[in-house]
């Protein structure tokens, strides 16, 4: 009996000493900012989780697929986001959110405030509600606010001026711009915005440079402008796109994206695409 209790003893001291190294080498281990651009169809949906564990989403995209990605990159005890933005409530940005908050639980909700109609819409003010009632604060877009998350910090670029409660005939250029800034590094998202409201971008003088761009609208040939594309800069652009009646991306961006000596990498053909910074160096996996 008494050699049974020694047994669990040292067992237990093994198991704990092996925990404890652990712990060490995580404290010594270099820290990620993570950003996964989902491959969630004919839409735009990006994960970010900081190297403080915060844990964002940019768009959900236009259906459920998001609920099984999230299940892969989250425990499945973790209910909760830090941050959620919505770029522009069109479907293939919102849908996938709508579906996210029926289980998920936000802090913050991000968006540009504008009116629209439709049954969608609708029942994205029902879950704003709901979500506010559970405690989350509804930001709407300033473009003089930053947002802190830890060591990474979201810079909200556009719109320039509030559109909450407007009526607006193209969402599109509403979009909520943003760029997200690690130590050197940074992302630029751009939801779907034209290139109209790309060369106000350019003109306002805001710095966006950026290592990686999110490519507006999937690759239409009424975003990415050689403006654009020069003030950014990129070393990489990412296409969120699916099988689509568009045309997207179009070769024509894809032509500009070659002359310009950005690398592409798209969902529709590379699924998810996951990127790993630590402040100096971007990682692709």
């Known amino acids: 009996m008494k050699a049974r209790y020694y047994f669990f003893i040292v067992l237990f001291l093994f198991f704990l000493n092996i925990f404890v190294w652990q712990e060490v080498f995580a404290l010594n281990a270099p820290k990620y900012l ?10 735009d949906s990006t994960f970010i989780e900081t190297p ?6 940019i768009d959900g995209g236009p259906s459920s697929a998001v609920l099984g990605k999230l299940a892969y990159l989250m425990p499945f005890f973790d209910k909760d986001l830090d941050l959620i933005v919505l770029t522009h409530p069109e479907k293939d940005h919102m849908q996938g959110l709508l579906e996210i908050l029926k289980s998920y ?18 029942l994205w003010l029902a879950t704003l509600e709901k979500q506010k009632n559970m405690g989350a604060k509804i930001i709407i877009a300033d473009s003089q606010e930053k947002i802190k998350a830890g060591t990474a910090e979201i810079d ?16 599109n250029n509403t979009c909520v711009v943003v760029k997200l800034i690690y130590g050197k590094k940074s992302f630029l998202f751009t939801g779907d915005i034209d290139m109209a409201t790309e060369r106000k971008i350019v003109k306002s003088g805001e710095d966006i440079t950026s290592d990686v761009l999110k490519i507006a609208h999937h ?3 009424y975003s990415s402008s050689p403006e654009i594309l020069k003030s ?3 070393f990489l652009a990412v296409i969120s796109v699916g099988k689509n009646s568009y045309g ?8 500009k994206l070659e002359n310009f000596g950005i690398k592409v990498k798209r969902t529709d053909i590379a699924g998810d695409i996951k990127l790993l910074c630590d402040g100096n160096k971007i990682y692709a996996r």
Do not use: C, R
Not at 156 to 171: D, Y
């Open 248 to 255: 997207h991306p179009t070769q024509e961006v894809l032509n």
């Open 52 to 57: 403080q564990g915060h844990q964002i989403m």
């Open 232 to 234: 950014v800069s990129p």
């Open 219 to 221: 690759g239409s040939k």
């Open 105 to 122: 639980k936000a802090d913050y909700i991000l968006w540009n405030g504008v009116k629209k109609e439709g049954q969608d819409y609708q």
């Open 34 to 43: 993570q950003v996964d651009f989902l491959n969630v169809g004919q839409g």
């Open 156 to 171: 909200i670029l556009f719109p320039f001026e509030s559109v909450e409660n407007k009526e607006i005939t193209s969402a």
